[in-house]
């Protein structure tokens, strides 16, 4: 089992910025790849971006690629979102999520593991 924490979501003002953590403990952190998903009231849950084990392979949904940024690092067993240039549509619950092995990093579906998910909020 992998338990996982968001922290870091918060309100506020487009254009502005926010890092969100996510802490993992149980099983070896570098043992999982690890991606971030949001869920917006109403909507699907959507694929955010996501890092290789590693951390030498990232990948992102176009709207937030040159404003997000997700890295890790293996020896606190946390992964990041670095968010700038927030804009109103990137409001919604933010989740983590760990997968082990998988073939499509943009499905829900493939990741075994998942935070409880932390707020972001962002007025125009």
């Known amino acids: 089992q992998v338990q996982l924490v968001e922290s870091g979501g918060g309100a506020v003002q487009a254009g502005g910025s926010l890092r969100l953590s996510c802490a993992a403990s149980?099983?070896?952190?570098?043992?999982?790849?690890m991606a971030w998903f949001r869920q917006a009231p109403g909507k699907e849950r959507e694929f955010v971006a996501h890092i290789s084990q590693s951390g030498g392979n990232t990948y992102y949904t176009e709207s937030v690629k040159g404003r997000f940024s997700i890295s890790r690092d293996n020896a606190k067993n946390t992964v990041f979102l670095q968010m700038n240039m927030l804009k109103p549509e990137d409001t919604a619950v933010y989740y983590c999520?760990?997968?082990?092995?998988?073939?499509?990093?943009?499905?829900?579906?493939?990741?075994?593991?998942w935070g409880q998910g932390t707020q972001v909020t962002v007025s125009s």
């Open positions: 149980g099983r070896p952190f570098n043992y999982y790849a």
């Open positions: 999520a760990a997968v082990r092995i998988f073939r499509n990093y943009e499905s829900p579906t493939e990741y075994n593991y």
